[in-house]
């Protein structure tokens, strides 16, 4: 990590979930000022800390009120190594043993506003099993990913074998949209199991460098892909018409290349960090992109619901309309409900979960996940439909009325 001429007062760099036994590890090189002989009373504000979420709280409070003036002045803070202590070098290499189990974010200060400061950051923090003396250099609540990730994939790659059976055996009946389908499928299997060694090498290493490339591909296809299926499932392209209209088109335009700058955002936000000047816009354009690409997706859903309460109106075919209408309003609900529930309440169990049970945030979006595309799979399965079936009467008079008694449909 390269810190060059930044003047900021803050600079938050790695988060990690210690045990009793966790470790720090810094290493500092090419230290440079704005001024080239710095006194040590001016050294002496600037320096790296470890801080809980809840103290930092509590050092602005203190900063705010004019208590202190400094954070590394605080005492709610831990001190890790203060720039007074700099030798000729300019180089530091220091090593620190955090025995209380907690979330810390490794923070550097510089209280002295006008004095930049331009250095090379190596941080490596780690907790170690006493009775085998091995390193994870995962955080307490994230060791377990590996695990759960590898565990959801083996589920997709099974979902990929039960649907090429599916489709093997009703082949009269397969459209392209279900082809697309098991893509999306095979490629959600590999992003997980790609994520799974990806964290697997972090948790042995420390470095991000081991899948990661592999994980970002699969990622950017499955996110593609994923939007892709669901506007292409709204306008019911390939089982209900052949063709995409130019509003359906335009659609997917404005999607794809947005899909595309959110994983540019994911990864520089997961290759940088917020030490990074840029990262916090990174990160708001990522949250900006991905609301867009949410509510683009559900135009082609509504527009399918509104042509079938047409057609129902008008071709005398009121039973088979009312069941694609039902079968497009669940579909409707269910995608308002995956997007919230993967957005909104997997951050909200981020925000509120114990820094020991954050896996629980990762377990609930790959479980509505699997739920999404169980649920879209079932419902739009190859299907036989009999031209010649004959609905009687009674059924038909039913629908209609259901359709004409039928309360507006709130989108």
Request: hydrophobic fraction near 45%; charged fraction near 20%; aromatic fraction near 14%.
């Amino acid at each position: 990590m390269q810190i060059r001429s930044d003047y900021r007062s803050i600079i938050p760099f790695d988060e990690f979930g210690f045990t009793h036994s966790g470790r720090l590890e810094l290493n500092l090189k090419q230290i440079s000022f704005s001024n080239p002989n710095p006194n040590k009373l001016e050294l002496k504000n600037l320096g790296f800390f470890l801080s809980t979420k809840d103290s930092w709280f509590h050092v602005l409070q203190d900063i705010q009120d004019g208590a202190i003036h400094c954070a590394l002045q605080s005492d709610l803070i831990k001190p890790i190594f203060a720039f007074d202590n700099i030798d000729d070098s300019k180089s530091v290499n220091t090593s620190h043993e955090v025995k209380e189990a907690n979330q810390f974010t490794l923070v550097f200060a510089n209280c002295v506003p006008s004095l930049s400061v331009s250095m090379d950051v190596r941080s490596a923090m780690y907790n170690l099993d006493v009775k085998t003396n091995r390193r994870d250099y995962l955080s307490v609540g994230k060791s377990v990913l590996p695990r759960i990730y590898f565990f959801f994939s083996l589920i997709y790659f099974s979902l990929a074998l039960i649907w090429i059976y599916v489709l093997v055996k009703k082949k009269l009946t397969v459209f392209g949209i279900h082809f697309f389908m098991l893509a999306v499928v095979m490629l959600k299997a590999l992003n997980l199991l790609c994520e799974a060694e990806d964290k697997s090498y972090i948790k042995r290493t420390g470095s991000a460098h081991g899948w990661d490339v592999l994980f970002y591909i699969f990622s950017f296809l499955k996110g593609i892909t994923l939007f892709s299926l669901i506007v292409l499932i709204g306008t019911g392209w390939s089982f209900l018409k052949p063709y995409l209209q130019d509003r359906e088109k335009k659609v997917l335009m404005i999607v794809i290349p947005l899909q595309v700058v959110a994983n540019i955002a994911q990864v520089v936000i997961d290759e940088t960090g917020p030490f990074a000047q840029d990262w916090f816009t990174w990160k708001q354009v990522f949250l900006l992109v991905d609301v867009i690409c949410c509510c683009a997706v559900l135009f082609p859903i509504v527009w399918s619901i509104k042509n079938l309460r047409e057609a129902a109106r008008t071709d005398g075919k009121a039973a088979v309309n009312l069941m694609k209408l039902t079968l497009f309003r669940q579909y409707y609900i269910v995608v308002i409900c995956y997007i919230y529930f993967t957005r909104v309440v997997v951050y909200a169990l981020e925000t509120i979960t114990s820094y020991q049970y954050q896996w629980t945030s990762a377990v609930a979006a790959e479980l509505a996940t699997l739920a999404f595309y169980v649920f879209t799979g079932y419902n739009f399965m190859p299907k036989v439909h009999n031209p010649y079936f004959v609905i009687d009467d009674e059924e038909e008079e039913a629908a209609a009325e259901a359709l004409k008694l039928e309360d507006e449909f709130e989108l």
